[in-house]
């Protein structure tokens, strides 16, 4: 399986119910917490479509921490939106490629991964529709999301490829 799989791959029955149980029910406001691989793949499957802007992304070196604040969709609750905070300590360094430099340009989440290096450390990938990705390098993996904001409806879900496009391109 390439990168690109695991990015467009929708989420699994598995990681749905872990979201539905996390959540508390459909009107609790959702809080993970990561500490291992394992963890990051729930959280990435609660993140799955979520939209941001570069502005969006602070990384304060001298505390070691990054935050990024998002719109995500709430796949476990049928189809809402919501304002949410994700976080990451013992960051050491931060590193973008291919994403966009204006602050106000929209990025979609597609999928967060941890590559563990000297343990607990390792790097989390967060890749992006378009290609582009975020590396943060942790010294241990400790992450945290949480729900900021009141839900509210979405227009339609996001949708994702089974397979190529159709049409001539396809063939």
């Known amino acids: ?12 029955s598995e990681e749905g ?6 959540a508390g029910g459909s009107s609790a406001p959702l809080r993970l917490l990561a500490e291992d691989g394992e963890d990051l793949a729930i959280i990435s499957a609660a993140l799955q479509d979520a939209i941001l802007r570069p502005a969006d992304i602070v990384w304060e070196k001298g505390a070691r921490r990054l935050t990024i604040e998002l719109s995500r969709f709430c796949w476990e609750c049928g189809g809402t939106w919501v304002r949410a905070a994700m976080q990451f300590g013992d960051v050491q360094a931060v590193k973008s490629r291919g994403l966009p430099r204006l602050p106000d340009t929209p990025l979609e989440l ?19 529709a378009g290609g582009g990705d975020l590396r943060v390098d942790v010294e241990c993996l400790d992450a945290v999301v949480a729900d900021l904001s009141e839900r509210w409806q979405a227009r339609m879900a996001p949708t994702h490829l089974d397979g190529p496009p159709s049409g001539k391109d396809a063939e």
């Open 110 to 128: 597609l999928a967060i991964h941890f590559i563990e290096g000297e343990p607990p450390g390792g790097k989390v990938i967060l890749m992006f």
């Open 17 to 22: 119910e872990a979201l539905r149980q996390a």
């Open 1 to 12: 399986m390439t990168t690109e799989d695991l990015a467009s791959a929708p989420i699994t």
